[in-house]
């Protein structure tokens, strides 16, 4: 479903990625590991086109979308979260989740102000849709809360319905479980789960937590330096050598740099 | 004496009514997207020449300006706010895709160089001495004093309709669109918003609406002249939506009320004309200080931007 | 015509030096504080007054003048940070953009009310011109102000480079987190920009007003042309403000040869959307 072709990119004089590839097939759910600093963010915004790259290609769905800029890219079925939970904090839950429609007929001010009717039909029908995900999500209760005033781990769920309601094929969760409790966890890999398997969403995670990984990726990429250096089950994964030398070596210069 | 005043209440409603339709404009621009348009009184400017210039009689041998289409003032009223909504597309291609501090800059400079403009090209504009002894609405209808109630009704009107079409566009869906282009652009490029396009459509269509006022207000002052165009009138816009409530259209009529009180009521402090300009000078700091006291200690204005509920 | 065009020329460089001194304070609030600060333009005229005040009324030296004006003017930039922005910057640079117009709609009212409209000059002698090839090319008016220009960019690079709140300051422009987690003392720079910027602003002022006259306006005509020169040199690139401003002033002068006299701030901004459509982040920005 998702080709990504040796993609390079650098920022000035670093190298953020250089000749990442991967790929994600229709259905399945794939983590994305690597030391902090692999370019994993790096990927992701060039995938869902936030970020130009320099070199390399990304095909979705059998087309090339890297030329294309990111709204056009989500509009074929592409979406994504941020690492840092970001919502519109002065929009309520369901002014949140109404947003992400799309094929909106009253987002234009010619529809806006001339066909009120099937506007409104339209409201009724993504609203009740909404709801439904809301319920689902366990935020149906905060309907009419201020984003802004949710909880971190709300607004992680609430990125994530929405991101839902928008009706992707392909969801690209940054570190969906950074900064959540653990009951949280269990309960959003549940509704990961769920999702690939009732709706067949296609899942790219970017995680560090290896439980996650384990518990529900198909197949897991393995990113050191911005160059993917292994691909596999999970399991497979775990054992490798190189992953565990590059990962471990990699660690241990982190807190290196961390003491200093 | 009780005569007076109510004319001079029926001006000052007036003026208010101009000013309220001038913010609506402001209001959809900065209060709904978050386009922060420091040059908004060049669409007013915009409106007023071009709606004068279309409906002006065909210039005799002995003027300086050249143009004038002999339009009907209605149609030049049109003209004005479509005018003003061409050139807020021109602006917005070059300016609503790179970042907000440009976007500030450049809609500053060209209010200042479109004032230029109306000042040098006397051709189009008739230079400093602009155009004046303007023909009003139905002015022919109505005496002296009783127009100036015919002419209150009359934006009465115009500003019960420009708030109902406001309204109707900013609680649609595309007002939430707007609201969620100024809270979060990353989240409704991910959703699939092509946001450049929102802020187009919310730029033209706040544009159209200073322009609008512009022509009404050419035909409030029966003149124009490019010296009414100064940054001073932007601030006015803007201290009145940050004082009634931005992203509110309620609070953008409040605060044009409450601007054109307070603004109104300072001329009633008799001063000498070697004062006067000194007094002048006053109302810009005392007008200063209020838009600080406004940010500082009432930071969403009066009336805060409403929750939206759905059923 | 090479001989107007000459003198245009070296009007501009003069014109491109007070300028310059305006936009770098200018540029050194937003490498810092990340907002248009609008109001730094009044600090040209507060420089203006205050130095005309001591120099005409008490008849004081204009050097000495000069140096007062200077002072009063970075404490009165220096105050108005504290008291009006500094507990603003929680809300964010659109705030603080906002803040900054109604300061210089105060100020411009407070120095309009004491001071009047009425247009008063320095009556500094006009000393003879130097000629190049039988053109009055240059005075030595101006001269001083190009000297006094380039004087306090040699001086401002020493302090950036050579001394340790420079090069704070420099790291705070780059990364204003990455400074603060670094244990910088982002107050102690903070407080050093706001007086630099200010002083550099009334130096600004006092030289417009040598060649011009003291008025009300006089900031408020700067402003926008600060904005532009700031823009044409990238926002935030101290270095490249100086060239976008002694560019900007060129083109000005050089201009109202070819354009009505009118036009000139105009030019000035057609200049600053040219580029901003080719390169929209200034000649020298984003490096």
């Known amino acids: 479903m998702l080709v990504v072709k040796e993609i390079h990119k650098s920022f000035g004089g670093v190298k953020a990625l250089r000749g990442a590839s991967l790929k994600v097939e229709r259905g399945s759910i794939v983590g994305l590991i690597g030391p902090n600093g692999s370019g994993k963010t790096t990927l992701f915004n060039v995938i869902s086109g936030f970020c130009p790259k320099d070199s390399g290609q990304v095909h979705f769905k059998g087309e090339r979308i890297d030329h294309l800029p990111s709204y056009e890219i989500a509009m074929r079925g592409l979406s994504r979260t941020f690492q840092t939970s970001r919502v519109p904090r002065g929009m309520t839950v369901l002014e949140n989740m109404l947003l992400a429609y799309k094929g909106q007929i009253g987002e234009g001010v010619f529809g806006a102000l001339f066909r009120g009717g099937r506007t409104s039909k339209q409201e009724k029908v993504n609203l009740k849709k909404a709801l439904s995900i809301l319920e689902l999500l366990g935020l149906r209760n905060s309907r009419d809360e201020y984003a802004g005033d949710l909880s971190g781990g709300q607004q992680r769920l609430l990125s994530l319905s929405r991101i839902l309601a928008s009706s992707p094929e392909l969801i690209l969760l940054d570190e969906p479980t950074a900064g959540i409790n653990l009951t949280l966890v269990t309960e959003l890999l549940k509704l990961i789960k769920h999702f690939q398997v009732e709706e067949s969403k296609t899942f790219l995670i970017v995680e560090h937590n290896m439980r996650v990984i384990s518990e529900i990726c198909d197949m897991v990429c393995v990113l050191v330096s911005g160059k993917d250096i292994a691909c596999g089950e999970p399991e497979k994964i775990q054992k490798d050598e190189r992953v565990l030398k590059a990962y471990l070596g990699a660690v241990q210069r982190d807190s290196k740099e961390d003491l200093e | 004496m009780g005569g007076d005043w109510a004319l001079f209440l029926a001006g000052a409603v007036s003026l208010a009514g101009i000013y309220v339709i001038y913010t609506l404009g402001l209001n959809i621009q900065f209060g709904f997207t978050g386009l922060a348009n420091l040059g908004y009184v060049a669409f007013f400017a915009i409106g007023a020449y071009a709606s004068v210039i279309l409906s002006m009689p065909r210039p005799g041998p002995d003027v300086a300006y050249i143009v004038g289409y002999g339009l009907p003032m209605w149609a030049g009223m049109i003209g004005g706010s479509l005018a003003a909504g061409f050139f807020a597309l021109l602006i917005g291609i070059p300016t609503l895709k790179i970042g907000e501090d440009y976007f500030v800059v450049v809609t500053f400079a060209f209010s200042e160089v479109l004032r230029y403009v109306l000042i040098n090209e006397k051709w189009l504009t008739n230079g400093t001495t602009g155009f004046y002894g303007l023909e009003r609405p139905f002015g022919k209808f109505f005496s002296g004093r009783n127009y100036e109630f015919f002419f209150l009704f009359l934006i009465v009107v115009a500003v019960i309709i420009a708030y109902l079409v406001m309204r109707k566009i900013c609680n649609s869906p595309f007002g939430r669109l707007m609201k969620g282009v100024r809270e979060n652009e990353p989240v409704c490029l991910a959703l699939g918003k092509n946001i450049y396009r929102v802020k187009m459509k919310a730029f033209i269509v706040g544009a159209m609406f200073a322009g609008f006022a512009g022509s009404l207000y050419a035909r409030y002052t029966t003149l124009v002249v490019p010296e009414m165009f100064i940054p001073y009138f932007t601030f006015v816009a803007w201290l009145s939506l940050m004082i009634g409530g931005r992203g509110n259209n309620k609070g953008a009529i409040l605060g044009c009320f409450i601007f054109v009180l307070a603004d109104q009521f300072t001329l009633f402090v008799q001063a000498s004309a070697a004062y006067a300009v000194r007094l002048a000078s006053l109302r810009a700091f005392i007008m200063g200080a209020l838009l600080i006291i406004v940010l500082r200690w009432l930071p969403a204005g009066i009336l805060k931007e409403k929750k939206v509920t759905y059923r | ?287």
């Not at chain 3, 809300?91 to 120095?111: D, E, K, N, R, W």
């Not at chain 3, 000059?121 to 190049?132: E, G, N, Q, Y």
């Not at chain 3, 006299?261 to 580029?275: C, H, K, N, T």
């Open chain 3, 1 to 287: 015509m090479l001989t107007i065009l000459l003198q245009h020329t070296v009007f501009g460089i003069v014109t491109g030096s007070i300028l310059l001194l305006a936009t770098i304070g200018f540029s050194m609030i937003y490498t810092t504080k990340r907002f248009l600060c609008i109001s730094h333009g009044e600090l040209l005229t507060i420089g203006a007054y205050t130095t005309y005040i001591f120099h005409v009324f008490l008849g004081w030296n204009l050097l000495y003048s000069g140096v007062i004006g200077v002072v009063i003017t970075s404490l009165v930039g220096l105050a108005i940070a504290r008291g009006l922005y500094e507990p603003m910057e929680r809300h964010g640079p659109l705030v603080l953009l906002f803040t900054s117009v109604g300061v210089t709609f105060c100020l411009h009212g407070i120095l309009e009310f004491i001071a009047g409209p009425s247009i008063r000059s320095f009556r500094t002698p006009i000393l003879p011109s130097i000629r190049v090839g039988g053109i009055p090319l240059i005075t030595m008016n101006e001269i001083v102000i190009i000297s006094i220009a380039m004087g306090s960019i040699v001086f401002l690079h020493v302090v950036l480079t050579r001394t340790r709140i420079g090069k704070a300051f420099r790291a705070m422009a780059s990364n204003v987190d990455l400074a603060m987690a670094r244990g910088i003392d982002t107050a102690r720079i903070s407080m050093f920009v706001w007086i630099y910027a200010s002083a550099m602003a009334a130096v600004a002022g006092i030289l417009l007003a040598l060649v011009t006259s003291v008025n009300p306006d006089l900031g408020w005509t700067q402003i926008l042309i600060i904005l532009a020169a700031a823009i044409l040199g990238g926002l935030g690139s101290i270095y490249g403000v100086m060239i976008g401003a002694i560019l900007l002033g060129v083109v000005m002068d050089v201009g109202v040869i070819f354009f009505p006299s009118g036009y000139r701030a105009a030019i000035a901004f057609a200049l600053m959307i040219i580029v901003l459509l080719v390169k929209p982040k200034g000649i020298f920005g984003g490096e």
